[in-house]
Protein backbone atom coordinates (compact mmCIF):
# COMPACT_ATOMS: atom_id res chain seq x y z
CA UNK A 1 0.00 0.00 0.00
CA UNK A 2 2.86 2.22 0.87
CA UNK A 3 4.57 1.50 -2.62
CA UNK A 4 1.02 2.70 -4.34
CA UNK A 5 0.97 5.94 -2.16
CA UNK A 6 4.14 6.89 -3.03
CA UNK A 7 3.72 5.96 -6.92
CA UNK A 8 0.81 8.35 -6.61
CA UNK A 9 2.58 10.92 -4.83
CA UNK A 10 5.68 10.64 -7.49
CA UNK A 11 2.90 10.73 -10.67
CA UNK A 12 1.05 13.99 -8.74
CA UNK A 13 4.69 15.67 -8.40
CA UNK A 14 5.49 14.75 -11.99
CA UNK A 15 2.01 16.14 -13.60
CA UNK A 16 1.59 19.26 -11.37
CA UNK A 17 5.70 20.22 -12.82
CA UNK A 18 4.27 19.48 -16.32
CA UNK A 19 1.39 21.95 -15.94
CA UNK A 20 3.74 24.40 -14.35
CA UNK A 21 6.09 24.36 -17.75
CA UNK A 22 2.91 24.47 -19.63
CA UNK A 23 1.53 27.14 -18.07
CA UNK A 24 4.54 29.40 -18.45
CA UNK A 25 4.88 28.32 -22.13
CA UNK A 26 1.97 29.45 -22.92
CA UNK A 27 2.74 32.54 -20.78
CA UNK A 28 5.91 33.09 -22.69
CA UNK A 29 4.87 31.19 -25.90
CA UNK A 30 1.89 34.09 -26.83
CA UNK A 31 4.03 36.98 -27.28
CA UNK A 32 6.22 35.71 -30.13
CA UNK A 33 3.12 34.58 -32.24
CA UNK A 34 1.72 37.90 -31.62
CA UNK A 35 4.92 40.04 -32.79
CA UNK A 36 5.13 37.76 -35.68
CA UNK A 37 1.34 38.72 -37.04
CA UNK A 38 1.78 42.16 -36.13
CA UNK A 39 5.17 42.07 -38.13
CA UNK A 40 2.71 40.15 -40.91
CA UNK A 41 0.43 42.64 -40.30
CA UNK A 42 2.39 45.85 -40.90
CA UNK A 43 4.05 44.81 -43.18
CA UNK A 44 1.30 44.69 -45.88
CA UNK A 45 0.57 47.96 -47.72
CA UNK A 46 -3.39 47.69 -47.12
CA UNK A 47 -3.96 50.69 -49.48
CA UNK A 48 -3.35 48.88 -52.66
CA UNK A 49 -6.12 48.67 -54.91
CA UNK A 50 -6.15 44.79 -55.65
CA UNK A 51 -5.84 43.71 -51.90
CA UNK A 52 -9.18 46.45 -51.02
CA UNK A 53 -10.39 44.16 -53.78
CA UNK A 54 -9.71 40.87 -52.35
CA UNK A 55 -11.46 41.62 -49.27
CA UNK A 56 -14.39 43.62 -50.77
CA UNK A 57 -14.83 40.23 -53.05
CA UNK A 58 -14.76 38.25 -49.17
CA UNK A 59 -17.20 40.22 -47.73
CA UNK A 60 -19.32 40.80 -50.75
CA UNK A 61 -19.30 36.90 -50.85
CA UNK A 62 -19.73 36.81 -47.08
CA UNK A 63 -23.01 38.72 -47.71
CA UNK A 64 -24.70 36.19 -50.67
CA UNK A 65 -23.74 33.54 -48.41
CA UNK A 66 -26.05 35.37 -45.35
CA UNK A 67 -28.36 36.48 -48.09
CA UNK A 68 -28.86 33.09 -49.30
CA UNK A 69 -28.75 30.63 -46.26
CA UNK A 70 -32.04 29.37 -47.25
CA UNK A 71 -31.53 28.04 -50.81
CA UNK A 72 -29.95 24.93 -50.06
CA UNK A 73 -28.66 24.21 -53.39
CA UNK A 74 -27.16 27.81 -54.23
CA UNK A 75 -25.73 27.64 -51.16
CA UNK A 76 -23.63 24.10 -51.92
CA UNK A 77 -22.38 26.14 -55.10
CA UNK A 78 -21.24 28.30 -53.09
CA UNK A 79 -19.52 25.91 -50.89
CA UNK A 80 -18.15 24.31 -53.67
CA UNK A 81 -16.93 27.11 -54.87
CA UNK A 82 -15.09 28.37 -52.09
CA UNK A 83 -13.04 24.99 -51.22
CA UNK A 84 -12.31 25.50 -55.32
CA UNK A 85 -10.83 28.72 -54.33
CA UNK A 86 -8.90 27.03 -51.57
CA UNK A 87 -7.65 24.20 -53.50
CA UNK A 88 -6.43 25.83 -56.24
CA UNK A 89 -4.63 28.34 -54.35
CA UNK A 90 -1.22 26.70 -55.03
CA UNK A 91 -1.85 27.72 -58.71
CA UNK A 92 -2.85 30.96 -58.27
CA UNK A 93 0.29 31.25 -55.75
CA UNK A 94 2.45 30.87 -58.96
CA UNK A 95 0.88 32.94 -60.84
CA UNK A 96 1.01 35.62 -59.21
CA UNK A 97 4.27 35.37 -58.18
CA UNK A 98 5.37 35.30 -61.77
CA UNK A 99 2.93 38.23 -62.58
CA UNK A 100 3.00 40.47 -58.98
CA UNK A 101 4.77 43.48 -61.08
CA UNK A 102 1.48 44.43 -63.12
CA UNK A 103 -0.55 44.78 -60.10
CA UNK A 104 1.39 45.26 -56.90
CA UNK A 105 4.41 47.17 -55.36
CA UNK A 106 5.80 44.04 -53.64
CA UNK A 107 5.80 40.73 -53.92
CA UNK A 108 3.70 39.05 -51.56
CA UNK A 109 3.65 35.61 -52.99
CA UNK A 110 6.45 33.63 -51.43
CA UNK A 111 6.91 29.65 -52.54
CA UNK A 112 5.41 28.62 -49.58
CA UNK A 113 2.21 30.69 -50.02
CA UNK A 114 1.74 32.03 -46.88
CA UNK A 115 0.14 35.25 -47.53
CA UNK A 116 -2.55 33.37 -50.27
CA UNK A 117 -3.13 31.43 -47.64
CA UNK A 118 -4.19 33.62 -45.19
CA UNK A 119 -5.87 36.23 -47.27
CA UNK A 120 -7.06 33.95 -49.86
CA UNK A 121 -8.03 30.51 -48.33
CA UNK A 122 -8.67 31.75 -44.77
CA UNK A 123 -11.82 33.58 -45.63
CA UNK A 124 -12.47 31.54 -48.23
CA UNK A 125 -12.34 28.17 -45.78
CA UNK A 126 -14.01 30.54 -42.34
CA UNK A 127 -17.10 31.07 -45.07
CA UNK A 128 -16.93 27.55 -46.15
CA UNK A 129 -17.48 26.58 -42.77
CA UNK A 130 -20.28 29.10 -42.23
CA UNK A 131 -22.18 27.44 -45.20
CA UNK A 132 -21.22 24.10 -43.67
CA UNK A 133 -22.85 24.66 -40.34
CA UNK A 134 -25.97 26.76 -41.85
CA UNK A 135 -26.63 23.73 -43.66
CA UNK A 136 -26.53 21.19 -40.71
CA UNK A 137 -28.91 23.31 -39.16
CA UNK A 138 -31.48 23.27 -42.52
CA UNK A 139 -30.63 19.75 -42.22
CA UNK A 140 -31.79 19.20 -38.89
CA UNK A 141 -34.41 21.33 -38.74
CA UNK A 142 -36.22 19.20 -42.41
CA UNK A 143 -35.79 16.05 -40.15
CA UNK A 144 -37.75 17.56 -37.42
CA UNK A 145 -40.70 18.53 -39.53
CA UNK A 146 -40.18 14.91 -41.40
CA UNK A 147 -40.70 13.07 -38.10
CA UNK A 148 -43.83 15.57 -36.47
CA UNK A 149 -45.38 14.82 -40.29
CA UNK A 150 -44.99 10.82 -39.22
CA UNK A 151 -46.02 11.36 -36.00
CA UNK A 152 -49.24 13.44 -37.67
CA UNK A 153 -49.60 10.25 -40.06
CA UNK A 154 -49.43 7.51 -37.89
CA UNK A 155 -52.21 9.69 -35.78
CA UNK A 156 -54.23 9.60 -37.97
CA UNK A 157 -54.27 6.00 -39.21
CA UNK A 158 -53.73 4.21 -36.40
CA UNK A 159 -57.29 5.14 -35.06
CA UNK A 160 -58.88 3.93 -37.92
CA UNK A 161 -57.07 0.68 -37.88
CA UNK A 162 -58.92 -0.16 -34.05
CA UNK A 163 -62.03 0.45 -35.25
Not at 1 to 27: G, I, N, P, Y
Not at 55 to 60: D, E, P, R, S
Request: glycine content about 4%.
Amino acid sequence: MEELRSAMEAHMDQMADLVQKLSAELRSGLQPAYENFMGFFHAINWKEPWLMGLMAFHVLFLIVVIISRKNVNFQMCLFLMALAGVYFAEYLNRILDKNWRTFATQNYFDSHGLFLSVLWSGPLLVIAIIILVNTLFSLCYLIVRWKKAELRHRARVSPNKQD
